[in-house]
């Protein structure tokens, strides 16, 4: 953790720009993002060789095929990358995602009109059919001024995604957004989720990845004005040689606004490999901000490597509250010996733990259709350690 406090006679003066050194300036500019060879911060976790050739940002015609349920009071257009930009999305903060705006051919522009309330979730699933074919894509959604939506975007089948999703919440709106990366199990995805925040916004987003050889999720977090709200959980299932990798950066660039991120994952087979980290930069005109930060991670059997870092950066002492936390283990003896005490056979009781991880960010979602599906998906998961549920043939 970075604490620098500020000396009181300069606490008038303006606020240069500052950048943390878990994440590279933002910029929209390619040469921005060199190709990276592993030794730098931001990529020492990501099995580069397993990109299969993304880092080199060659053109592709390919897209991945789209379907959406028609919702009352969305609009959807096509933007050119220009128009896209001067909307205000967040500049690209890696290579991979600077390529995904530069090659998209533009991007599909996704609109709640202000005052809007949305009479269902808008549900949007992007699917793709090959996995050898590198696809580029980039996706704005806009919620206006004090307009409330559900939004879920889920990733199926097979590609080399490379994707750019921006999430403009304006003034007053609310957001709940919800991300499930349900790929085969020879997908890739590299991706970049932009969030910015209007005052006094509330935003929650449940990010789930459950499937794909790799995944590799950025996520930042800036606010447009002072009073916004960020609630961000996540859950991930990584199996045998799956690597799955979600950055977190929550940029408190006003005051008065609040953060609050809970991620969660599980690991079994040889090889799964999980990646979080959670950056929270507390900039100097940020007073009177709230956030914590916390990262869980069960490891189900051995052979498994789960890496969690949490960071706090902090340049002002003005503050309601921050901090974070990391945990990393096996299952709590004590809840199976409660379980097993009451009757409850091992593997069930094994179950149960597991349910209860999870359980707590599925119900955060709030579509019941998707939680069910999320639920269904993890006790599919769990199949391969502790066998079919008690009374399933």
């Not at 943390?20 to 990501?46: Q, Y």
């Not at 704005?140 to 990733?155: E, K, P, Q, Y």
């Not at 304006?170 to 349900?182: I, K, T």
């Not at 916004?201 to 800036?222: H, I, K, P």
Request: hydrophobic share 40%; charged share 20%; net charge negative.
């Amino acid at each position: 953790m970075t604490v620098t406090t500020a000396v009181p006679n300069l606490a008038e003066a303006v606020e240069t720009t500052v950048a943390s050194h878990l994440h590279p300036v933002a910029s929209f500019d390619l040469a921005d993002h060199p190709v990276p060879n592993g030794r730098e911060e931001v990529w020492r976790f990501t099995p580069l060789r397993r990109l299969r050739g993304l880092l080199e940002g060659t053109p592709s015609d390919a897209r991945l095929a789209w379907h959406a349920n028609a919702v009352a009071g969305v609009t959807r257009r096509e933007v050119t990358t220009a128009e896209a930009a001067a909307l205000g999305v967040p500049a690209p903060v890696d290579r991979t995602s600077a390529l995904a705006v530069a090659n998209a051919g533009g991007a599909v522009l996704i609109e709640v009109a202000a005052g809007t309330v949305l009479p269902e979730p808008l549900v949007i699933e992007l699917h793709g059919d090959d996995a050898g074919a590198t696809v580029y894509g980039q996706v704005v959604f806009r919620v206006g001024a004090n307009a409330s939506a559900t939004i879920v975007l889920r990733h199926t089948g097979s590609a080399r995604y490379v994707s750019s999703v921006s999430l403009l919440v304006e003034e007053g709106a609310h957001l709940n957004f919800v991300g499930l990366q349900d790929w085969a199990d020879d997908a890739v995805h590299v991706g970049h989720v932009g969030l910015k925040i209007g005052r006094d916004a509330r935003v929650r987003t449940v990010t789930a990845s459950l499937g794909g050889d790799l995944v590799r999720l950025v996520e930042t977090t800036e606010y447009d004005g002072p009073g916004g709200e960020l609630e961000q959980f996540g859950l991930y299932f990584v199996n045998a040689g799956q690597h799955i990798e979600h950055r977190l950066f929550v940029d408190h660039n006003e005051p008065h606004t609040r953060s609050r991120v809970d991620y969660r994952g599980a690991l079994q087979g040889q090889g799964a490999h999980s990646v979080w980290v959670g950056d929270v930069l507390i900039r100097k005109v940020a007073e009177g901000i709230n956030t914590y930060e916390s990262n869980k991670n069960l490891v189900l059997t051995d052979g498994c490597r789960a890496d969690s870092v949490p960071n706090l950066e902090i340049e002002t002492g003005e503050i309601e509250g921050a901090g974070h936390s990391s945990t990393t283990g096996r299952f709590d003896d004590e809840q199976l010996f409660y379980l097993r005490s009451r009757g409850i056979p091992e593997d069930e009781a094994r179950r149960l733990v597991v349910h209860g991880f999870f359980a707590d960010i599925i119900r955060r979602i709030g579509v019941p259709e998707v939680e069910t599906r999320l639920l269904a998906a993890v006790e599919k998961e769990l199949e391969i350690i502790v066998g079919i549920p008690l009374g399933v043939q």
